[in-house]
C-alpha cells in the first residue's frame, strides 16, 4: 500500500513536472494520460482544457495504477474526491475545467462496474422553482452522459434533481449561486 | 404618485409548533389614489361582549385591499348602530361615499346575533343588509363574509376575504437544520394552520377547486414526489413517485385530474393524471425541452405551461387533450411559473429582463406585456380567486416574503412572518 502512493506521488510529480515544463496551452499532456488509461477517447475534451496542468498530475495517480480502493474516494490529491461538478447559470454544460473530475469517475465507475452513484443535480435560487428542478435533472443527466461515454454502465446510476430546494450555500450573490449550481456525485453505500 | 401608509395586523401564531411566536402581518406598501372613502362605524353591543370586534376585522379587510380608504375612528360624526340614528347630511360632509353601522348581541355568549347596513351616503339608502346568528367560533369568519358583501357590494367584484392562503415556511432549527412546512390560513393571515411538515423541501401547492385538498411536492423519500391531501382529515396519498421528476401538479377546473411533470420517461413533460382511474395521458412530447409547470384555463379546454424548446423558458399553450403547442410569450428571454386569471383574460408570469425576475401581467387576446413590481427576486404569481390581485413570494431583507400586487399594478401589499421565510404562496378558490 504505501510502496502503492509512494509510486503513484511520484508519477505524479514527474507529470507534474512534466506538463508545466512543457506548458502547453491546450493541455495535451492531460489527454493522453487520460486515454491511456480507460481507452475512451478524450481529445474533445482536451481541446478545451487550457489550464489542466494540476488536473493533469492528479488524474495520472488514477491512471498510474490499476487497483483501487475506496480510499481513493477519498485521498484529497485524487480527482475522486473531488465530486461536485459546477455549472453556469441555466447551463447543463460540464465546464472544460471539470471535464477531468468527470473523466476520472467515469474511468473509477468502469473499473468498478459493481459500485453505483446517485447523481444530484441542483441549482442557484434565480428563477422559477419548477424550472429549475428541470434545470437540476438536465444536469445530472448531462454528468450521467458523459460517464457512460467514458466507461459507466447504465445501471450504475441514480439521477435526482433537488433544484433550487438544497442549497449547498445560503445566500443570494453570486458566490453562493456558483457553489450551488452543481451536480453532486454521491458513491452509495458509503 | 402611489401614497405610501401602513397598516400592521399582528396576529400571535399560537398554532405554528415550529415557531411559537412568530408575527404574521399584512402591509399595504403601495395604495391606489382611487380608494374609496369608507365610514365603519364601530359595532354597537348588546348583552355579553363578543370575543371578535367584527367590524374592526371588516375594516381591516376594507384597509388591507387597497381599494377603500376607512375612516379615522376619530373623525367619525356620531356612532349610530341603526337607521334610524343615521343623519346622512352629516356623512356627506365628511365625503364617505358608503356608510357601514351594525350591532352584535348575545345572551348567553355563545350564541351571537350580528347584524348589518351599508348604506349609499348620496342617495340616503341601504346597499345592503343583513342579520346572522352564529356561534362565538364563526364571529372571525363572518366579519370576513361581510366584508365580502361590502367590497362586491361597492366594487362589482367579488371578495377574497373569507379565502385562505395555503404557502410554505422554512425556519432553522435549533440544530441549525432546515425545518419546512406547507400553510394554510385565512386570507388576512390569521388562523395558521400546519398542513404538513418535514425536514425535506416542500413545494408547489396547488388548491383543489373545491377547496378541500391539496395538491403538493415534496422530497421526504429522497426524491421529487407529488401529494394529494385532504385538509379536513389530513389524510393524504401520494399519486405520483415515479423515475425522475414527478413535479409542478395543477388541477383541472373539473377537480378530477392534476396536470404535473414526469420525466419518467428521461426528460420533463407534462402529464394529465386522472385521479379516479391513476390513469396518465402524456400532452407534451418534446425530447429536447424542460416542458413543466402546466396550469389549466378556466375552460379546462387548455394546458398553458413552461418550455424551453425554443431555447429559454418561455410560456406555451397546448390542447389539455394533447396537441400542437402554440406560443404565448415573446417579450423577454425568461418567462415562467405562468397562472391564468379566473376570467381566462389574462396570463401572470415571472417575467425576467437582466437577470431580475418581475411580476408580469399579459392580456391573452392582444399579447400587451405589463411589468407589475419592482423589486427584481419577484416569484411564484398566483391569482386571486377574483382576478384583482396576484400574490407572489419574493426577498426582504434576506428572508422570504409573500406579496400582493392588483392587476393593474398600482396596489401593493406585503405579508411576512418575522424570522420565518415563507415561500409559494397559493391563493385558494371562493368559498363554494
Same mark, same amino acid.
Request: charged fraction near 20%.
Given at each position: 500500500?504505501?510502496?502503492?502512493?509512494?509510486?503513484?506521488?511520484? $508519477?505524479?510529480?514527474?507529470?507534474l513536472s512534466?506538463?508545466?515544463?512543457n506548458?502547453?496551452?491546450?493541455?495535451?499532456?492531460?489527454?493522453?494520460l487520460?486515454?491511456?488509461?480507460n481507452g475512451a477517447?478524450?481529445?474533445? $475534451? *482536451?481541446?478545451?482544457?487550457?489550464?489542466g496542468?494540476?488536473?493533469g498530475?492528479e488524474?495520472s495517480v488514477?491512471?498510474?495504477?490499476?487497483?483501487?480502493?475506496?480510499? @481513493?474516494?477519498?485521498?484529497? *490529491?485524487?480527482?475522486?474526491?473531488n465530486?461536485i461538478i459546477?455549472?453556469?447559470?441555466d447551463?447543463a454544460?460540464?465546464?472544460?475545467q471539470?471535464?477531468?473530475?468527470v473523466?476520472?469517475?467515469?474511468?473509477y465507475?468502469g473499473?468498478n462496474p459493481n459500485?453505483s452513484v446517485r447523481?444530484e443535480?441542483?441549482t442557484? @435560487?434565480r428563477g422559477?422553482?419548477?424550472?429549475?428542478?428541470a434545470l437540476?435533472?438536465r444536469r445530472?443527466?448531462s454528468i450521467?452522459?458523459l460517464?457512460?461515454?467514458?466507461g459507466?454502465?447504465?445501471?450504475q446510476f441514480?439521477?435526482?434533481?433537488?433544484?433550487e430546494?438544497r442549497?449547498?450555500?445560503?445566500g443570494?450573490?453570486?458566490?453562493?449561486?456558483?457553489q450551488?449550481r452543481? $451536480?453532486?456525485?454521491?458513491?452509495?453505500?458509503? | 404618485?402611489i401614497?405610501?401608509?401602513?397598516?400592521?395586523?399582528?396576529i400571535?401564531?399560537?398554532?405554528l &409548533?415550529?415557531? =411559537?411566536q412568530?408575527l404574521l402581518?399584512?402591509?399595504?406598501?403601495g395604495?391606489?389614489?382611487?380608494?374609496?372613502?369608507?365610514?365603519?362605524?364601530p359595532?354597537?353591543?348588546?348583552g355579553?361582549k363578543a370575543?371578535?370586534?367584527?367590524s374592526?376585522?371588516?375594516?381591516?379587510d376594507?384597509a388591507?385591499?387597497?381599494?377603500f380608504?376607512?375612516?379615522?375612528?376619530?373623525?367619525?360624526?356620531s356612532?349610530?348602530?341603526?337607521?334610524?340614528?343615521?343623519n346622512?347630511a352629516d356623512?356627506?360632509?365628511?365625503r364617505s361615499? #358608503?356608510?357601514?353601522?351594525g350591532k352584535v348581541s348575545?345572551?348567553?355568549g355563545?350564541?351571537?346575533?350580528?347584524q348589518? !347596513?351599508?348604506?349609499?351616503?348620496y342617495r340616503?339608502q341601504?346597499?345592503?343588509?343583513k342579520r346572522y346568528?352564529?356561534?362565538?367560533?364563526?364571529?372571525?369568519?363572518l366579519g370576513?363574509?361581510i366584508?365580502? %358583501?361590502?367590497y362586491?357590494?361597492?366594487t362589482?367584484?367579488k371578495?377574497v376575504?373569507?379565502?385562505?392562503l =395555503?404557502?410554505v415556511?422554512? %425556519?432553522?432549527a435549533s440544530?441549525g437544520k432546515k425545518?419546512?412546512?406547507?400553510?394554510?390560513s385565512?386570507?388576512?393571515?390569521?388562523?395558521?394552520?400546519?398542513v404538513? !411538515?418535514s425536514?425535506q423541501?416542500i413545494?408547489s401547492p396547488?388548491w383543489?377547486?373545491d /377547496?378541500n385538498?391539496?395538491?403538493y411536492?415534496?422530497f421526504?423519500? /429522497?426524491?421529487?414526489e407529488?401529494?394529494? !391531501?385532504q385538509?379536513q382529515?389530513?389524510?393524504?396519498k401520494?399519486?405520483?413517485?415515479?423515475?425522475?421528476i414527478?413535479s409542478?401538479?395543477?388541477?383541472?377546473p373539473?377537480?378530477?385530474?392534476l396536470a404535473?411533470?414526469?420525466s419518467r420517461? #428521461?426528460?420533463?413533460?407534462v402529464?394529465?393524471?386522472?385521479?379516479?382511474?391513476g390513469?396518465?395521458?402524456?400532452v407534451?412530447?418534446?425530447?429536447?425541452?424542460i416542458?413543466t409547470?402546466a396550469v389549466w384555463?378556466?375552460?379546462?379546454?387548455d394546458?398553458?405551461?413552461t418550455?424551453?424548446? /425554443?431555447?429559454?423558458?418561455q410560456i406555451y399553450r397546448?390542447?389539455?387533450?394533447?396537441?400542437?403547442?402554440?406560443?404565448i410569450?415573446?417579450e423577454g428571454?425568461?418567462?415562467?411559473?405562468?397562472?391564468i386569471?379566473p376570467?381566462?383574460r389574462k396570463l401572470?408570469?415571472v417575467?425576467a429582463v437582466n /437577470?431580475r425576475?418581475?411580476i408580469a401581467?399579459?392580456d391573452l387576446?392582444n399579447g400587451?406585456?405589463?411589468?407589475?413590481t419592482e423589486s427584481?427576486r419577484?416569484e411564484? &404569481?398566483?391569482?386571486?380567486?377574483?382576478?384583482?390581485?396576484?400574490?407572489y413570494?419574493?426577498?426582504q431583507k434576506?428572508?422570504?416574503?409573500?406579496? =400582493?400586487?392588483?392587476?393593474?399594478g398600482?396596489i401593493h401589499q406585503r405579508?411576512s412572518?418575522?424570522?420565518?421565510i415563507v415561500r409559494e404562496?397559493?391563493?385558494s378558490p371562493?368559498?363554494?
Open positions: 500500500m504505501n510502496r502503492f502512493k509512494f509510486s503513484a506521488l511520484l $508519477v505524479a510529480l514527474f507529470l512534466a506538463c508545466s515544463g506548458a502547453t496551452k491546450d493541455g495535451v499532456g492531460d489527454d493522453v487520460v486515454e491511456e488509461r477517447s478524450t481529445s474533445g $475534451v *482536451s481541446d478545451q482544457n487550457a489550464d496542468r494540476d488536473l498530475a488524474a488514477v491512471v498510474g495504477e490499476d487497483q483501487f480502493s475506496s480510499s @481513493e474516494l477519498d485521498d484529497p *490529491s485524487n480527482p475522486l474526491s465530486r459546477y455549472f453556469d447559470y447551463s454544460s460540464v465546464r472544460p471539470d471535464q477531468a473530475i473523466e476520472a469517475h467515469a474511468a465507475l473499473k459500485l447523481l443535480g441542483h442557484d @435560487e422559477s422553482r419548477e424550472y429549475n428542478l437540476g435533472e445530472a443527466l450521467r452522459q460517464l457512460m461515454l467514458q459507466a454502465s447504465a445501471q441514480r439521477v435526482t434533481s433537488f433544484g430546494e442549497p449547498a450555500v445560503d443570494s450573490d453570486e458566490s453562493a449561486w456558483s450551488n452543481r $451536480v453532486e456525485i454521491v458513491y452509495i453505500g458509503r | 404618485m401614497r405610501k401608509w401602513l397598516l400592521k395586523l399582528g400571535l401564531l399560537a398554532f &409548533p415550529l415557531q =411559537a412568530a402581518t399584512i402591509e399595504i406598501t395604495g391606489s389614489d382611487a380608494a374609496l372613502p369608507i365610514a365603519i362605524v359595532f354597537g353591543t348588546e355579553m370575543p371578535e370586534d367584527i374592526a376585522i371588516i375594516r381591516n376594507l388591507s385591499s387597497g381599494r380608504a376607512p375612516l379615522d375612528d376619530q373623525d367619525l360624526v356612532r349610530p348602530t341603526e337607521q334610524s340614528q343615521v346622512f356623512w356627506r360632509l365628511l361615499e #358608503g356608510l357601514l353601522i348575545s345572551q348567553d355563545e350564541t351571537y346575533q350580528v348589518f !347596513q351599508l348604506f349609499d351616503v340616503g341601504q346597499l345592503a343588509g346568528q352564529v356561534p362565538a367560533s364563526g364571529l372571525r369568519a370576513h363574509q366584508a365580502d %358583501v361590502v362586491e357590494t361597492l362589482g367584484e371578495g376575504f373569507s379565502t385562505r =395555503a404557502f415556511t422554512q %425556519v432553522s440544530d425545518r419546512f412546512a406547507l400553510q394554510i385565512d386570507a388576512d393571515g390569521a388562523n395558521p394552520r400546519t404538513l !411538515q425536514t423541501p413545494m396547488a383543489s377547486p /377547496g385538498q391539496l395538491a411536492v415534496t421526504e423519500n /429522497g426524491k421529487s407529488v401529494f394529494v !391531501q385538509l382529515s389530513g389524510q393524504r401520494s399519486v405520483a413517485s415515479f423515475d425522475g414527478n409542478a401538479p395543477s388541477w383541472s373539473d377537480g378530477r385530474k404535473l411533470t414526469l420517461n #428521461g426528460n420533463p413533460e402529464y394529465v393524471l386522472e385521479l379516479a382511474s390513469e396518465l395521458m402524456r407534451t412530447n418534446n425530447a429536447q425541452a416542458d409547470e384555463s378556466p375552460d379546462g379546454n394546458i398553458f405551461f418550455s424551453d424548446r /425554443g431555447g429559454q423558458p397546448v390542447p389539455a387533450n394533447g396537441g400542437r403547442a402554440e406560443r410569450t415573446f428571454n425568461y418567462n415562467a411559473s405562468p397562472d386569471s376570467d381566462g401572470t408570469m417575467h /437577470g425576475f418581475y401581467i399579459q387576446k400587451a406585456l405589463q411589468v407589475l427584481g419577484a411564484s &404569481p398566483s391569482f386571486a380567486p377574483n382576478g384583482q390581485m396576484i400574490l413570494a419574493t426577498e434576506g428572508s422570504g416574503v409573500l406579496a =400582493a400586487v392588483s392587476v393593474d398600482r405579508l412572518e418575522s424570522g420565518t404562496p397559493a391563493w371562493l368559498k363554494k
